[in-house]
């Protein structure tokens, strides 16, 4: 998702700027492929987890769960502040609130 986003963000500047699209052009492959290299490392760590349940602090990690087919669980958690009987009850029943 992130390349195609880089690639209408890449389209849309050289259709302003055309005499900086062969400038665009090559961040654009830069980008590309360091993000194909980390998709590529997210998914060896991944199938090295397996079918282990994670759990994610705040419910916003939705986006990874599906891309990678995790078993995710998210809590909402902030760092700044202390778990609360809630927190920990959610934890042990291995449930959350805003569940992915």
């Given amino acids: 998702m992130a390349i195609?986003?880089?690639r209408a963000i890449r389209d849309a500047l050289a259709a302003i700027r055309p005499e900086m699209e062969t400038r665009f052009e090559s961040g654009f492959?830069?980008?590309s492929v360091d993000?194909?290299?980390l998709d590529r490392a997210f998914r060896l760590l991944f199938d090295r987890i397996?079918?282990?349940p994670l759990l994610f602090s705040h419910p916003v990690y939705q986006y990874l769960a599906r891309r990678y087919d995790l078993d995710?669980?998210?809590m909402h958690w902030e760092p700044d502040e202390p778990l609360t009987d809630m927190n920990l009850d959610?934890?042990?029943a291995?449930?959350?609130s805003g569940e992915s």
Avoid: F, P, Y
Wanted: proline share 0%; net charge negative; no cysteine.
């Fill in 94 to 96: 291995g449930t959350a």
């Fill in 90 to 92: 959610d934890l042990g």
């Fill in 29 to 31: 492959n830069a980008l």
């Fill in 72 to 74: 995710a669980r998210s």
């Fill in 50 to 52: 397996g079918d282990r």
């Fill in 35 to 37: 993000l194909t290299a």
């Fill in 4 to 6: 195609e986003q880089a």
